[in-house]
């Protein structure tokens, strides 16, 4: 069962190091050194829930239901538009320092709304856990498909974890007014990017 749980550790980490929405708020969060690891831990709960629900018979739902599946795909190009646009417009802010100490101020539930968004508005999620994970895991007979189940979902705290910290201990670098206008437009840049694949997915 080892090698079933290497096979969803190494699928996992595959699937999640791309730069997408999740990672570029738990970096901007680490950076910033506000609820850095509260946002990493629920990113990990949130990818738990997604990937048991994908492999243990959720894909079959999503694939299933056309008025969920553009609920969740609109719903995601909307959010990414905004966030996209926020981002951008820190980027090219006059004063970067002010828009960074107003961020800094956000309420701690402000900061679990967003991060909620950014998670389950964001149709790769579903993608990736429901049709990908979930089409590799009904592979497998009960007991290794959750072995599978737990090798996906140790990569992912794992990498959350190591992205919160790692951004944390990098905060006296990157937290400058120039490095902030680049990672705020390299992820308004994403975010439109991701939005723009889900919106021709849904015309598709």
């Known amino acids: ?13 595959a699937m999640i190091l791309p730069l997408g929405p999740q990672n570029a708020f738990v970096m901007n969060q680490g950076v910033r050194r506000q609820y850095h690891l509260m946002v990493a831990l ?30 969740v795909t609109w719903g995601g190009v909307a959010f990414l538009l905004w966030f996209g646009w926020g981002a951008m417009k820190t980027a090219f802010s006059k004063n970067i320092t002010l828009a960074s100490t107003e961020v800094m101020k956000q309420s701690r539930w402000r900061i679990v709304a967003t991060l ?24 497998f007979s009960d007991e290794a498909r959750g ?4 090798g996906t979902i140790t ?9 919160a910290l790692f951004s944390a201990w990098l905060a006296p670098w990157l937290n400058t007014p120039r490095v ?25």
């Open 1 to 13: 069962m080892w090698a079933v749980y290497l096979q969803g550790a190494l699928l996992g980490a």
């Open 155 to 163: 990569a992912s705290f794992v990498w959350f974890f190591s992205l």
């Open 116 to 139: 909620l968004a950014v998670t389950w508005l964001n149709l790769h999620v579903y993608l990736d856990t429901f049709v990908v994970l979930g089409s590799l895991g009904s592979q």
């Open 42 to 71: 629920l990113c990990a709960l949130s990818d738990m829930v997604l990937i048991s629900a994908g492999i243990f018979g959720g894909s079959m739902l999503l694939s299933q239901s056309s008025l969920m599946l553009g609920l």
């Open 180 to 204: 902030q206008r680049v990672i705020n437009a390299v992820v308004g840049v994403v975010m439109w990017g991701i939005a723009l694949q889900l919106a021709r997915q849904g015309w598709q």
């Open 147 to 150: 072995w599978f189940a737990l």
